[in-house]
């Protein structure tokens, strides 16, 4: 028997009816985006699933018939979830495709290659701008490593993603689909502000400069690299170059630092 994803409201006539006007903001989309994950036999694939989901924002993980039924509690996965082990205490373990699709309205199957019947296929970005205006509640399919998505699983599905690959090698591990997968589906919906993290240095004022210019033209008189009485327009170039660079107040320092041991070392000019 077919197994049908959609549990409420009808089925799309087309590969575009699913997309609606959205009925929310994008941004509430986030908590109701399933992760769902068939047949899937390393337990390190779960946590590190886990982990790209937390990393991009999502939690609701599922899985249909894994190799082991402990895989949530499993070491490989605990380990490999990295701090995300949340995500491995809330996901369910269900028997079948259509229990997995309850809740949701529409299902993305991943798929390295396309079938010749079946929902179209499209790349992530692509399809993910349009999906993520449609206000549907969106659950990503992923097959198991060693056979991928049976066509059943793919056929009971509105679209298959493909992520463009080098066709010599197209195999995507688990996890890694997974990740990219998220972040492209993260950015549809909006992404995260970038977050600074480190504060703009301050660059160095005229003053400063001039400073480091005249502790540097000492060192170099001292250390017979520059000679006062022929000077071969020197200073000039090392204040160009010091302007072109945009020094900032620390680097004034490093390098007056620098001016300054090598004078220690020196000793003073005969």
Same mark, same amino acid.
């Given at each position: +028997?077919?197994?049908?994803?959609? @549990?409420?409201?009808?089925?799309?006539?087309?590969?575009?009816? =699913?997309?609606? %006007?959205?009925?929310?903001?994008?941004? *509430?989309?986030?908590?109701?985006?399933?992760?769902?994950?068939?047949?899937?036999?390393?337990?390190?694939?779960?946590?590190?699933?886990?982990?790209? $989901?937390?990393?991009?924002?999502?939690?609701?993980?599922? @899985?249909?018939?894994?190799?082991?039924?402990?895989?949530?509690?499993?070491?490989?996965?605990?380990?490999?979830?990295? #701090?995300?082990?949340?995500?491995?205490? %809330?996901?369910?373990? /269900?028997?079948?495709?259509?229990?997995?699709?309850?809740?949701?309205?529409?299902?993305?199957?991943?798929? +390295?290659?396309?079938?010749?019947?079946?929902?179209?296929?499209?790349?992530?970005?692509?399809?993910?701008?349009? @999906?993520?205006?449609?206000?549907? %509640? /969106?659950?990503?399919?992923?097959?198991?490593?060693?056979?991928?998505?049976?066509?059943?699983?793919?056929?009971?599905?509105?679209?298959?993603?493909?992520?463009?690959?080098?066709?010599?090698? #197209?195999?995507?591990?688990?996890?890694?689909? /997974?990740? &990219?997968?998220?972040?492209?589906?993260?950015?549809?919906?909006?992404? *995260?502000?970038?977050?600074?993290?480190?504060?703009? =240095?301050?660059?160095?004022?005229?003053?400063?400069?001039?400073?480091? &210019?005249?502790?540097?033209?000492? $060192?170099?008189?001292?250390?017979? *690299?520059?000679?006062?009485?022929?000077?071969?327009?020197?200073?000039? %170039? @090392?204040?160009?170059?010091?302007?072109?660079?945009?020094?900032?107040?620390?680097?004034?320092?490093?390098?007056?630092?620098?001016?300054?041991?090598?004078?220690?070392?020196? #000793? =003073?000019?005969?």
């Amino acid at each position: +028997m077919r197994v049908t994803p959609i @549990l409420s409201g009808p089925a799309p006539r087309s590969p575009c009816a =699913p997309f609606r %006007r959205p009925r929310q903001p994008v941004q *509430f989309l986030t908590d109701s985006t399933r992760f769902i994950l068939v047949d899937t036999s390393h337990p390190g694939n779960v946590g590190a699933t886990a982990r790209a $989901m937390k990393v991009m924002g999502f939690s609701d993980l599922v @899985l249909v018939t894994p190799r082991y039924a402990d895989v949530l509690a499993q070491p490989d996965a605990i380990a490999m979830a990295s #701090g995300a082990t949340d995500i491995l205490e %809330r996901a369910r373990i /269900v028997a079948t495709l259509d229990e997995a699709l309850a809740g949701t309205t529409f299902a993305c199957a991943t798929a +390295m290659t396309p079938r010749d019947f079946g929902p179209p296929t499209r790349a992530p970005r692509d399809a993910f701008a349009e @999906l993520a205006r449609s206000g549907h %509640r /969106v659950a990503f399919v992923f097959g198991g490593e060693r056979f991928g998505l049976s066509n059943e699983h793919v056929h009971a599905c509105h679209l298959c993603i493909s992520i463009p690959t080098q066709p010599e090698y #197209g195999s995507l591990n688990l996890a890694q689909a /997974v990740q &990219l997968l998220s972040y492209d589906w993260r950015q549809a919906l909006g992404g *995260f502000p970038v977050v600074e993290r480190t504060r703009t =240095p301050e660059q160095a004022d005229a003053a400063a400069v001039a400073g480091l &210019l005249a502790h540097w033209r000492e $060192m170099l008189v001292q250390i017979d *690299f520059l000679d006062p009485a022929v000077p071969r327009k020197l200073m000039a %170039r @090392l204040h160009q170059l010091v302007n072109r660079a945009q020094v900032t107040t620390e680097e004034v320092h490093i390098l007056r630092g620098i001016a300054r041991q090598v004078q220690k070392i020196r #000793g =003073p000019r005969p």
